[in-house]
């Protein structure tokens, strides 16, 4: 009897990390999420992907399993070594961690190590909304913005392989400080935490939302309140969607991240401010915004889809 075949996928964001074992059918098994707590520092963080990677390697043995390796998307900058080359301080002290060397010195295992957004637009092509698209720009708004570029169905890196960093163009000259250094990013705006911080500023004292789930909800109930802040935070996000159709001359947006939980009641908006922005001659056969439909398994899907031998 055949062994079933598989790898762990690994999704590492500022907030938590999303694990799993990934049959080679794209079967997602096992999964679980566990904070990352990136206050403690890398070395703490690194000692809780140990326990992860042991943790599943210890289920597939006892299903019998042949694990053929190990995918891990991660938040940052990631060079052709796995080395995360750059990281903001969502994650302190991760910028220069060679976490492929690492994790195939603690495993034994083969280890493929990517952006986290690269990882979720790979898991969206293989088994997800992306399935038909060959070529597109994933944007992915969470804690921050992260993207990359997709061509003929291959991540288009640039030079570097770091081609993707969205959430830091800068759309506000001299607007509010990033966690990158710099200021006015994309992703101070248009991110979640954004949206937290248009909230904030808009904050009466009856306080009548407390989160961004909340404000969405009283938003569908008619709201009017909430429906102005929803409409600002539409089209923040589509400026900055707006400028990479400017620049990349792309039609095909995949959106994934927290705020596809919304569906078509935010993405129908911020088509709407997309079509007033973006100049004619770009338009071709009009601009098309596609929701991630893998919802938290896109990343541990993509991650481990990329291991050798995973995908036949």
Request: with cysteine; glycine share 16%; charged share 20%.
């Amino acid at each position: 009897m055949n062994r079933i075949r598989g790898a762990i996928g690994i999704d590492l964001g500022g907030t938590g990390i999303k694990s799993a074992l990934v049959g080679a059918d794209g079967s997602v098994r096992h999964f679980r999420t566990t904070p990352t707590e990136a206050s403690r520092g890398r070395d703490a963080l690194l000692a809780k992907l140990y326990d992860i990677i042991e943790e599943h390697r210890r289920t597939a043995e006892q299903e019998g399993m042949q694990l053929l390796g190990i995918g891990i998307g991660t938040a940052g900058s990631v060079d052709r070594s796995g080395t995360v080359s750059y990281a903001t301080e969502h994650l302190p002290g991760w910028t220069g961690t060679p976490l492929r060397q690492l994790l195939e010195q603690e495993s034994g295992l083969q280890v493929t190590v990517m952006n986290d957004v690269h990882a979720i637009a790979l898991g969206e092509q293989w088994k997800g909304a992306a399935q038909a698209i060959p070529d597109f720009a994933c944007v992915a708004i969470g804690t921050g913005i992260g993207g990359c570029i997709v061509k003929g169905g291959t991540i288009e890196g640039g030079d570097d392989g770091y081609a993707g960093a969205f959430g830091h163009h800068i759309v506000a000259m001299g607007g509010l400080p990033c966690t990158c250094g710099n200021r006015g990013c994309w992703e101070n705006y248009a991110s979640v935490t954004g949206l937290k911080n248009l909230m904030r500023e808009h904050e009466a004292p009856d306080s009548w939302v407390q989160d961004p789930r909340e404000l969405f909800a009283v938003a569908r109930g008619g709201d009017a309140r909430s429906l102005d802040l929803v409409g600002q935070y539409s089209e923040v996000i589509a400026i900055g969607l707006a400028n990479l159709a400017h620049i990349l001359n792309c039609r095909r947006f995949l959106l994934a991240g927290a705020i596809t939980a919304q569906g078509d009641f935010l993405l129908d908006r911020i088509g709407e401010h997309v079509r007033r922005i973006v100049m004619p001659v770009y338009w071709g056969d009009g601009i098309l915004l596609h929701a991630a439909v893998l919802g938290e398994h896109a990343g541990v899907v993509g991650a481990a889809s990329f291991v050798a031998g995973m995908r036949n």
